[in-house]
C-alpha cells in the first residue's frame, strides 16, 4: 500500500540490523571525562546506539555564539566504541536568554513566527555540524513531539481561524449553517472554551483537537524539511507516546506523523504510558504500542524503533512509582524483539543531576555501576547472540488479524467522555480502551496482530488484509469505510464487532442515514439500547459472559444465528455467514471490558469464534496457555517462532502448522524461547 508522504524522501539507508542502545543523558556539567565511563559501560553491556538530547541552550548560551562541545568530543568517542549517535533536535526549546520558557524542554510558542524562523535556523546550523560525521545514524525531530495549545493566546488563535477557513473552503455560510454561533467573516470566529459544559457543541471542540494535530502536523514538516535541505541522507524519525490514550489534545496522531519521516519510533515507559492497564498487563502494554507502531510506519518492511524503554527505577517521577525487576526488564525487551523493532533504546544511562528525573530510571547507580536491570538486560542481548544472523532478517509476519482504529471516535471520547476512569465505561479514552481489549484478546490466543486506521484501511486491498478484522467500539463510521466493509466479508474474511456501532459522525450527531448499511452488514438489525446494571451477563455457548454497560436491541435476518442470549431470551450476539466470510455483532462493550478485566470465559467464547476461520499455515500454538504468547517472525519463506512465557512456572505447549501436521510438544521455563522452523524436520528449542 502506497501512501503519500509530506516531504520529499530522498533514498535513506536504514540499518536493518537488531540494534540495541540508551540514551546518554547529557547535564549542564559534563565534560567528555564524566561521558566516557558510562559509554564504556553501554559499550561493554552490548548496546551500539546512542541517543542523545541536543538542547538548544548548551550550544547557544550567549545569542549568535556557538559552542559544541562536549557534544563534539562525544561523536568521536562514540566512533572509537563502534557505537551510532541518534540526536534529538530540540528547537522547540529555546535558550535562557530568549526568556520564553523555564527548562531545556519546555516547548515555546510554536505559532510565534519569529521564533519559529530562529528555530529553524538553528535546526540547520545543529545539522551542518554534524552531517558528515561517521558516527552519525539519524535525527529525532522532536522528542514526544506534542504541546498543548491554548484557546486564550493570540497566536493559536490566528492559527485556528486560518484552519477553519481552509475546512470550510473560505464559505463562511457553509461554517454558519454548521455552528450554533455564526461569524460574519472567519476573522470573527472565537476559539472554543473548552472547559465548558456538555451542552456546549462537540463540533468545536473537536474542530480545536482537528486544529492541534494539523498545527503540529505543521510544525513538525517544517522541521523534517528544514534537515532535509541540509542531510538528504541520515532517516529522520520521531518517538510519538501515550499511545494507550488518545492524545489529539497534544496533536499527536501516529498515521499522520509517519507521512512526515523515514520510520517511526516510540516512548514507552510503564511508569508513564502504561498505567490503564492492569499491573500484570504492563508486558502487554509495551507489546501493544511496539506493534501500533510497526502497523503506522510507512518505511519498506515496517520498519520501526522502540526509541524510548523504561529501564530503571522511577519513584517522584512518572505518574506512579515503578521499579522494574530484572525479570521484567528481560520480559520487556523480548516483548520489543517478538514485535519486530529494529532497534530497541533504553531511558536512560547516565541521568539527570537536577530536575524533575534527577537520580531516575537509569541504567547505571548513583555510584556509576550497572544496575541489577541493565545486568538482565545485558545478559539477554549475549544470549540472543546466536539469532543475531536471524533475527537481523527478519521481518514481520503476515498478520492474523487486523484491529481497526478510528481517530474520529477518539476525538468526540475527547469532546464527550465524562471522566479518565478505566473503571467508568463512559470515560475519555473509552475507544482506545476498547481498542486494548481487542488487542489483549488476540494476544491471549496468540493471533498476530496489526492495525489500521480509517483511511489506511480503505487504501489497502482486500486480498492483503489478515483473514481477521476486529471492529472494537466503533461509535463513528463512515459511509465509504461501511461500503469496504462488506466486501471485505464478502471475500471470505471475518469482522467481530461490538458497541454503539456507527451510531453517530465525528462531532456527535446521529447518523441515521448510515443505520441501513450497518444493519445490512452484521445481518442484525439494531433497534435502540439501554442501560445494564453492574454484573449483568448473557449467555453463549453455555456459558455466563460478562457484559457491561449497555445492551443493544439486536433483531438478527431469518439467516443469521444467535450466538449469545440476553436473561430474558432477546439475542446478544449474532453471527451472519457470508460464504466463507462472516460478521460476528456483539450488543454490549465486550473489548472494553476486556481490558478492564480480562475474563477466562470471554477468551473462551472468543476462541470458539476465532477458531472457525481459515488462518494462513503458520506454527501457532494449539491450546491457549495463561501466560504464554507465541509470536512469529518471517525469514527466507520460514518463520521465526519467538515463545513468551510471563508466567512463573514451566510449561509445556503444542505448536502445529496446520491440522494435519503433527503437533510439536515444547517444555519452557518461565522465561522466552526461539524456535527456528526447519521445514520439514522438526522445530527446535533454545531457551534464552
Known sequence: MATARSLNHMACTLDRSLRFGSQLFVNPEDT???????????????????????????????????????????????????????????????????????????????????????????????????????????????????????????????????????????????????????????????????????????????????????????????????????????????????????????????????????????????????????????????????????????????????????????????????????????????????????????????????????????????????????????????????????????????????????????????????TDLVSNPRNQYKSCQAMAGAYLLASDLSLEPTFYDLPRLCATPIEDLPPLLLLPGLLVIDAPTLAYLKKVVASGRWIIGDGFFAWKDLHGRLTQDQWDAADELWGTACTGYEMIPEGATFTASGNELPAWFFRAFLSPQPDAEVLGTWPDGRPAATLSRHGDGGACRMGTLVFQRYFYQSTPAILSWFGQIVAQIQFPTAPRIVTPIPGIRVRRLAFDRQHLIIVINSSEFTQTIELSSTDAAPALRLTIAAQSGLIREMTPNPMTANDT
Not at 101 to 113: K, L, P, S
Not at 320 to 336: G, H, N, T, V
Request: hydrophobic share 40%.
Open 32 to 418: 567528555i571525562e564524566t561521558l566516557r565511563p558510562p559509554l564504556a559501560t553501554l559499550a561493554e553491556a552490548g548496546f551500539t546506539v546512542i541517543r542523545i538530547f541536543i538542547p538548544w541552550s548548551y550550544l547557544e548560551r550567549q545569542e549568535g555564539t556557538y559552542t559544541w562541545d562536549p557534544f563534539d568530543e562525544l561523536f568521536d568517542e562514540a566512533l572509537k566504541w563502534n557505537m551510532r549517535l541518534v540526536p534529538t533536535l530540540m528547537a522547540n526549546s529555546p535558550p535562557q536568554w530568549m526568556r520564553q520558557t523555564n527548562g531545556i524542554q519546555e516547548t515555546a510558542n510554536m505559532d510565534d513566527t519569529a521564533f519559529f524562523s530562529k528555530a529553524l535556523d538553528h535546526v540547520q546550523h545543529v545539522v551542518e555540524r554534524w552531517k558528515e560525521h561517521p558516527a552519525l545514524d539519524s535525527w529525532i525531530l522532536w522528542n514526544e513531539p506534542g504541546r498543548k495549545l491554548s484557546p486564550t493566546c493570540p497566536m493559536a488563535s490566528r492559527e485556528f481561524r486560518n484552519f477553519i477557513r481552509g475546512q470550510y473552503n473560505n464559505d463562511i455560510e457553509a461554517y454558519n449553517r454548521l455552528h450554533f454561533r455564526h461569524a460574519a467573516s472567519f476573522d470573527e470566529i472565537e476559539t472554543p472554551q473548552l472547559d465548558q459544559s456538555g451542552f456546549v457543541s462537540h463540533r468545536m471542540k473537536v474542530e480545536w483537537l482537528e486544529f492541534s494535530v494539523a498545527n503540529l502536523q505543521q510544525k513538525l514538516t517544517a522541521i523534517g524539511e528544514a534537515v532535509r535541505r541540509i542531510d538528504p541522507v541520515h532517516p529522520i524519525h520521531v518517538n510519538p507516546h501515550r499511545l494507550a490514550e488518545c492524545s489529539a489534545d497534544m496533536g499527536q496522531s501516529i498515521w499522520r506523523q509517519a507521512e512526515i519521516v523515514d520510520f517511526l519510533g516510540c516512548s514507552s515507559h510503564p511508569a508513564w504510558h502504561s498505567i490503564r492497564f492492569p499491573r500484570d498487563r504492563y508486558a502487554d502494554s509495551i507489546a501493544m504500542f511496539a506493534d501500533l507502531i510497526r502497523s503506522a510506519t510507512l518505511a519498506e518492511d515496517s520498519y520501526f524503533w522502540v526509541t524510548e524503554l523504561q529501564g530503571g527505577t522511577t519513584l517522584m517521577s512518572g505518574s506512579e512509582y515503578l521499579i522494574p525487576s530484572p525479570a521484567e526488564a528481560r520480559l520487556w525487551l523480548w516483548q520489543c524483539i517478538a514485535a519486530g523493532a529494529k532497534a530497541v533504546v533504553y531511558w536512560c544511562a547516565h541521568g539527570r543531576t537536577e530536575g524533575f528525573e534527577a537520580g531516575e530510571w537509569d541504567l547505571l547507580d548513583l555510584r556509576g555501576r550497572p544496575t541489577p536491570q541493565l545486568e538482565a538486560i545485558s545478559s539477554t542481548v549475549r544470549d540472543i547472540g546466536p539469532w543475531r544472523p536471524l533475527l537481523d532478517r527478519a521481518t514481520p509476519p503476515r498478520p492474523d488479524v487486523g484491529i481497526i482504529i478510528c481517530e474520529p471516535g477518539m476525538l468526540l471520547d475527547l469532546a464527550e467522555g465524562v
